[in-house]
Nanobody
Framework: QVRLVESGGDLVQAGGSLRLSCKLSGFALDYFGMGWFRQAPGKEREGVACLSSRDGSASYADSVKGRFTISRVNGENTVYLQMNSLKPEDTARYYC???????????????????????WGRGTLVTVSS
């Protein structure tokens, strides 16, 4: 059974940092792309960062470039999102997601709907105070 569990969300002041984790089970991380997404209250879910299933390269939404870093540890079956220089507008519930047929990067930087992705965690809440 495919399962994704996020952790690491917290309340942090603007300018601070957090590292989110996504622990995966039921499949091997080595072979699939991964994405981090977020949804703020009253807004649509949007892509933040991803690792491509084609070549493992990382891509980022313009709003987080230079501040967020996505990484993976295959042996731990875990994906991380390091978030630095946090801003109040980063406040959202953050989700990790994967798909066995579609590259999650298509939904982060490729303009494809997030509804194309099959597997999601329940999210972890990040709140950035000003």
């Amino acid at each position: 059974q495919v399962r994704l569990v996020e952790s690491g969300g917290d309340l942090v002041q603007a300018g601070g940092s957090l590292r989110l984790s996504c622990k995966l089970s039921g499949f091997a991380l080595d072979y699939f792309g991964m994405g981090w997404f977020r949804q703020a209250p009253g807004k649509e879910r949007e892509g933040v960062a991803c690792l491509s299933s084609r070549d493992g390269s990382a891509s980022y939404a313009d709003s987080v470039k230079g501040r967020f870093t996505i990484s993976r540890v295959n042996g731990e079956n875990t994906v991380y999102l390091q978030m630095n220089s946090l801003k109040p507008e980063d406040t959202a519930r953050y989700y990790c997601a994967t798909d066995f047929e579609t590259d999650p990067c298509n939904s982060v930087v490729g303009g494809i709907t997030v509804n194309a992705i099959d597997y999601w965690g329940r999210g972890t809440l990040v709140t950035v105070s000003s």
